[in-house]
């Protein structure tokens, strides 16, 4: 009677689990993050072979020996090779096979690999290049020439790239459905790769705490149904007339909670590389020299300047030499 009202008490839990699964990590609605569902179900189901025996030996015999009972546990063995055998060989194996799966798919679902037809072909990518900001999310679109604040839009199956950096804090760039995570780091960049295959509208956010409006930094996902509808929106946000070059990106930068989603129409070339490298002293320095940003410095110029400065580095050196020897 116990087991049985355990058990169902089980299964309850169990639904009540599940029910909250719609939108998450278990229900995918793209390739990557339907493999990633199919790891963490066999995962857990080979881990739970070991737990739930043990679980229910624990509380089989916590009844079965409770106290006010008849029942007396005295074993007549000190050692059995049988048990120890099955103790010790079933969890080395559950392992060996969980340890086989996580390599396979650890190396599958490189977020920086680019994904594959069934035939093993690199599939062509859209690029979105995305900043996370205090506290509000910048996709910029490098091959449309717009950029949204808050709204991440591509069509259905077509694979996406995404390079990511942050103007500050680290944060960790999510859309659960979608797949994995991966974080954005001021001056670096990560890289993710994700498709949609099926139309409909997802939730994305940041899953790395980064300050007072982390809360609110949230964004959509949209995958349209066709190529059609992804370019309608484009001709909708070059529509705004608002263009998003060094000025206004300052301005943008400004720390904000709970952001509208915004829409610029055009974008200063290159802006995703200067906010990457915006905390590189010689890089900012190079700009100050004359370069855009170091843009344009071709590899002899840069040698050259080094080697101007040689004779300096070497009067420095000859006359702290000098001051030594004194």
């Known amino acids: 009677m116990f087991i049985r009202s355990l058990s169902k008490f089980a299964l309850a839990a169990l639904a009540l689990v599940l029910s909250g699964c719609e939108g998450g990590v278990l229900d995918p ?31 089989y015999f916590a009844w079965k020996y409770r106290e006010g009972r008849d029942e007396v546990y005295m074993p007549k063995w000190a050692h059995s090779t049988k048990i120890e055998s099955v103790i010790w060989t079933i ?69 996406v790239q995404f390079k990511i950096t942050s103007d500050s804090t680290m944060n960790s760039f999510f859309i659960p459905q979608l797949g994995s995570q991966i974080y954005s780091m001021a001056g670096m960049e990560t890289k993710l790769h994700l498709i949609a295959n099926h139309e409909g509208t997802y939730d994305g956010f940041s899953a790395n705490y980064s300050g007072a409006g982390f809360t609110g930094m949230k964004f959509k996902a949209i995958a349209t149904a066709t ?32 952001n509208p989603v915004q829409y610029y129409s055009d974008v200063t070339d290159g802006l995703f590389h200067q906010i990457v490298m915006k905390y590189m002293q010689h890089y900012n320095d190079w700009g100050k020299g004359g ?5 344009g410095m071709e590899h002899g110029e840069h ?24």
């Open 303 to 326: 040698h050259d300047a080094e080697a101007s400065d040689m004779p300096k580095m070497q009067h420095s050196a000859d006359h702290a030499a000098a001051h030594g020897e004194a």
């Open 291 to 295: 370069k855009e940003h170091g843009e």
């Open 91 to 159: 969890p080395i194996i559950i392992i060996i096979i969980l340890g086989t799966i996580t390599w396979k798919t650890t190396h599958e679902l490189d977020p920086y690999r680019p994904l594959e037809d069934a035939d093993g072909k690199q599939l062509d990518h859209m690029v979105v290049e995305v900043v996370s900001l205090n506290w509000k999310w910048l996709f910029i679109y490098p091959e449309q020439g717009v950029a949204t604040v808050n709204e991440l839009v591509f069509p259905k199956d077509v694979p």
């Open 29 to 59: 609605k793209g390739h990557v993050g339907v493999q990633e569902k199919e790891l963490i179900i066999i995962a857990t189901v080979l881990m739970l072979l070991v737990v739930i025996p043990v679980i229910f030996m624990t509380l």
């Open 227 to 258: 190529d059609a509808d992804f370019n309608s929106w484009v001709a909708k946000v070059k529509a705004s007339g608002t263009p998003l070059n060094p000025q206004s990106y300052e301005v943008l930068a400004e720390e904000s909670e709970n």
